[in-house]
Each structure stands twice: as C-alpha cells, then as structure tokens.
DNA sequence: TTGAAAGCGCTAACAC
DNA sequence: GTGTTAGCGCTTTCAA
C-alpha cells in the first residue's frame, strides 16, 4: 500500500488496473455493470495505490455532495446538540456528512449561512428557524426558503406563511397535560416563563391556556411572562418579578430548557423548596432535573432529528412531495417538584 | 433581481455584464486587477441574476474547499459544543464552514472520519483524538495522522509518538493548584474520579500526585479511581466505592465534566452535604456548579477553540511550520464545596 | 461489458 | 486591464 501521494486520480488506478477510468468509476461508483474480472483488478490497483475518490470532483459533475446542512441558534444549546448528534449519527450511515451553521438566532447570520448553502450545493438542509412570530421575513429573502431548490426541513419551529415540512414536539398537547396536572393537584394560580417570541413557546402557551380554560380558571395574562432569548441569567430576574409581583402564585411552570436552571439560582437566593413552597414544572430534562428531583417534559429530541433526516431524504428522492407537520410524542417524568399547594392543604 | 434558475453560472453572468468570464472571475474572487467600469458591470449582472459562485466548482479547481472539520467524541459533551461554537465562530470570520464528525469515542469512527475528509479535500482539521494512553494506532493508519497533507490540530488530547500542533489547558499545573488549595484546608485523603486512559486526566494526576508529594503526603494508588467513559452513571457508582472503602476521605477531586452530576446523585443518595460532610472539587463549569456552590476548575474553551483555529490556519498558510504545543490557562473559582474536613477542626 | 469523449463551473496561465 | 485556453477529477453519454 502506497500512500500519501497527494493525487492518486482514478486515471492512476485505471492505468495500473488496465483499465478505462469509466471502468474505474464504475467500480468505486458501484454503479452501470463491470464483469468481475475488471472488478477485482480494479479493487487491488485502489488498495495498491491507496486511492480515494475526490467527493469534489464526483460533486461537480454529479451534482450532488453528500452533504447536509444544519442551520440552527447555537450548538451550545442542549436541544440543538442533541438534535445535531442525532441527525450526524443518521446521515453517517447514509454517506453524508454534516455542515453546522449557529445563527446565533440573528435573522442576518440565517439568511448568510442560506446563501451560503446555495453556493456549497449542499444537497438538503435542516433548519430551525430564527424566524418569531410577528416578524415578517423580508420579502426578497423569501426565496432562499421557498425556492432555494434545495430540500429542506424545518424543526422545532415554523415561519408562517411558508409551507415547509416540520418535525416538533406536540407542544400543545404536552403543555395541556402538564397544566391539567399542576390544576389536578389543586394549583390555580400558575406562572409561566418563556420565550413567547417562538411559535413553539406560543404552542405550548395555547395549551396552559386550553388547560385552565376547560378547568373554568379565568386566564391572568400577566402570570405569562416573556424571557428574551438571549439575555443572561434572565429566568432568575423574571422569577423575581413574577414571585414579588403575585404572591399568589402556587406553582411556576418553564418552558424553555434554557430558563430552569436560572429559575432555580432565585428559588434558592429565597430559601424556597419545591415542592413545600412551591410546585415546578420545566421542559427539558438535565442532570439538573434529576437532581432537583423536577418533574418535566421531556422531548425526544433524537426522535425528532431522525425523523428529520428521514424526511429530507425522502424530499431529496423526490422534491414533488407535499409539504407535511410531524409531531413527536413526548413524555412528563414526574418527579417530586410539584405537590398540592399549601392553602390548599 | 431575478432569482431561481438553478443554474446561473459564471458564463451568464459574463454575458449579461458584456465581460471575459476570466473577468467575471476576478470580480467575484476579489483577486487579480479590473477597472472600477468592469467591476460595476460585473456587480449589476451578479445582483440582477442572483448569482452566487459555485463552491465545488472553485474547490476543484484550486484545490480550496474552504471547509475544516472538527472531529471529537460527542457534539453532547460541552467541552465539544463549546468548542464548535468557538471553531465554527472563527471559521465563519474568515469564510469558512465546518463538517462536524463524532467519533463517539470510537477508534474505527475516528479512521472512517479521516478517510472521508481526505476524500472531501477538506482544507484542515481539527481533532480531538479517541487515542488512550499505551494504546498504539495501528501502523496502516499511522499516514492518516502524519502523511494526510492536510493541516491538522489536536485539541486537548494528544497521541503518543505523534508530533502535532496541539491546543489544550494547563492540566498538569491547574491540577497541582487545585491539589494544593485543598492541602492548604488541611486534606490529606482525596479521592480522584477521572477517566485515566486520556493523556488529559494523566496530566491532571500528575499534578495532584505532585502535590501531595510536595507536602509530604504519602500517595495512595487506590484513590484514584477509573471512570469508563461510555458507562452511564459511572461517576455515582465509583463515588459509592471510594466512599465505602476508604471512610477517611474528607475530599473528593473529579476530573471530567461528565462525572460531577452522577457523583452529586450518590452525594444526594447519602444525604452527605458539602463542605460539612465532605468537599468537592470539580472540573469544567456547569450550571449545576453554579446551584450547587460546587468550587470548580474553570477551561476556557472559547480561547482553546480560537487559538485552534488561528494555529490551523498558520499550518494551512506554511505547511513546514514545526509542531507546537499551546497551554492555555485555567481559573478556579472558589464557591463553598471546600472547608476544612471536620476531623481538623 | 467496456472505452472514448464531452463537460460539470470554475481558476490559473498566458497572451495581448 | 482583459480575453483565450486548458484542465482540476470525476460521471455521463454514446458508440462499439
């Protein structure tokens, strides 16, 4: 085994096999038929040489890379690096490599990584979009989600207005459960704190809402309150606010896997246990959450990166296929955070 | 602005712009001289036809792709997202994307990875390598690490008998620090939770032994004890062992960002409390550090990723740079896990 | 089953 | 300052 020649070609491998290099192409491509004869002697000049196609190449003529592109707020996050290991492990075992682009939830670094993709002829992309509700994406981008002619999947959230596949959480459904359980032991007065700009956080809104609703406790808008994404150590202020603000308040129900461990540094600057002074309900399951013993809802964050995969693959097989919305389940692990609430006791 | 045809190509954009591809390229490659006339040209055609360079295309031709790729055990770990977070911040600066490749801690991942960036003409790499302490890589695949011609970094971890750039923190010195703190509180018996067989942890042992022998403390091998990466839960299980079999530990020191959550569970199962019962000392900051007052060695793995990438881009600018080994600082921050042991009192 | 030739979209070398 | 030409390494016709 010779190595380390810089360009072995498949003009080398086809001279030494005595062969052509569409044989050669044949062979390595495993594709058009070659008798076994060819095949064999071919196999022993690519050991020989040490020969490894050149993906650029093949890409360039081909048009296709064998790349995929993930597009999302930051690795950092848990979610994300969950969802990114998953969709690697996925796409490995297809033959396709993985390209990850933070936006650092900045429509700009979106939209520059989208035209950047276009350039790469990256063959399909995974996105979960800056995009919150309200906004308007700009007209003149528009086209980089629509027409891009890449296949693409959203996950976790959605841009209205544009029809695009969708792996989420049934966020709806789990927040009314969660809720009907915290109303089940008795809670009435429920805080929330979320990113309310997410349509995913607006989902999981719709179903605390649903909850007390159908339970006839009147709504208080003002124990829903809005955690900037990116501000720091923001869960803890707006415990805070929420604490001083409603003394009412029973339970105190996270939304964003981000928030909780925020939350709990002003539950213990206040000496407050869960469940004795207060019952807690989060999303997300940390190490954090085992050790606080807090009930949660865990998403199935691999689930949904492989049913990702799965989609663009079949997107990028046949890119007639009709926009659809996946849900994944997800399941609450009660633990001990949340009980009946003292003056009800 | 015309958007969507698939296909515009350098060709089109000469036509429209009444200019030399050749010129074409210039503009868009920023390289050789045009007349500000041409150029604007150029521009207008390039605007008017939504016209982005074909990536593959200029990476076969000039032998560019402009892509690095990071190959490390698990996206998961937060040593490993933090450092992607850093590499690709870095990499995007200067107009480069990056290939994520989990190994997940698998010698025949690691190769399988390599190989395939070799076939993607990947421009450099950044690595941190499964390799163990005594292991031997295989002589076949000795070439992907020394011969691959492609500008490689290790980042934390290094391979014996392999001379490379390599990037990691002061292990040897913070561990004989943090060692010496805990002397300094009147500990005598500190147990050690690592997982041994990486060159990092042997450097971290190495400065705890020092340490104690400084202060003429005998060492004792037996409180030192081995953490299977892959296991779940193992930090708990070695934590219930060291507890068990030497009741004359008053400190326990763990090595690896992963392990300090499973060791605070059997903590919490015994309902021993630090710094009373016992003090602890950990690697690599997390929120639970924060909530658990746990004192805590401090990486900083931004600066490790950016270092990274700049000596990556040195190699990749003069390939007969000599190799390099770069130690970046650590911080301890002091919380309220360590007190003097009570038998001192 | 196989080979020759064209060409994917671009840049580099050379001429002017 | 600009255009022409060749060709990066491969796959894809097409013809044999």
Redesign the pocket.
């Known amino acids: 085994m010779e190595s380390n020649n810089q360009?072995v070609?498949?003009?080398d491998?086809?001279k030494l096999a005595?062969?052509?290099?569409?044989?050669?192409?044949?062979v390595?491509?495993n594709?058009?038929?070659?008798?076994e004869?060819?095949?064999q002697k071919v196999m022993e000049a690519v050991k020989e040489l040490d020969?490894?196609?050149?993906t650029?190449?093949?890409g360039?003529?081909?048009?296709s890379t064998k790349t995929i592109a993930v597009v999302l707020g930051s690795i950092k996050n848990s979610y994300c690096n969950e969802l990114v290991y998953a969709i690697e492990k996925e796409a490995m075992k297809r033959g396709y490599n993985v390209l990850i682009c933070n936006t650092h939830e900045n429509l700009d670094k979106e939209i520059q990584h989208l035209r950047n993709i276009r350039s790469r002829q990256v063959d399909g992309v995974i996105l979960i979009p800056v995009y919150t509700v309200g906004k308007v994406i700009p007209e003149k981008y528009r086209h980089l989600y629509e027409n891009l002619n890449i296949p693409m999947v959203f996950v976790d959230r959605n841009i209205m207005g544009i029809e695009k596949d969708l792996v989420q959480s049934k966020n709806e459904e789990a927040s009314y459960e969660a809720t009907k359980y915290l109303i089940s032991l008795g809670h009435k007065n429920i805080g929330v704190i979320g990113t309310v700009a997410y349509s995913t956080v607006q989902d999981r809104i719709k179903g605390y809402r649903r909850a007390l609703q159908e339970s006839g406790i009147a709504v208080n808008a003002s124990l829903v309150v809005d955690a900037e994404y990116s501000e720091k150590h923001v869960g803890q202020k707006l415990a805070a606010k929420l604490l001083e603000e409603h003394p009412e308040l029973t339970a105190l129900y996270v939304l964003n896997n981000t928030l909780c461990g925020s939350v709990l540094l002003e539950l213990k600057k206040r000496n407050l246990h869960t469940p004795d002074d207060l019952s807690l309900l989060t999303w997300d399951d940390d190490d954090l959450n085992e050790l606080f013993d807090i009930t949660t809802i865990v998403q199935y964050v691999e689930e949904i990166g492989r049913s990702a995969v799965k989609r663009l693959f079949e997107l990028m097989a046949d890119s007639q296929l009709k926009a659809e919305v996946q849900r994944i389940d997800t399941e609450m692990i009660i633990r001990k955070s949340c009980a009946e609430p003292k003056a009800f006791q």
């Open positions: 360009t070609t498949i003009d491998v086809a005595g062969v052509s290099k569409a044989t050669v192409g044949r390595i491509g594709y058009g038929s070659v008798s004869k060819s095949r020969y490894v196609p050149n650029i190449a093949q360039l003529r081909s048009h």
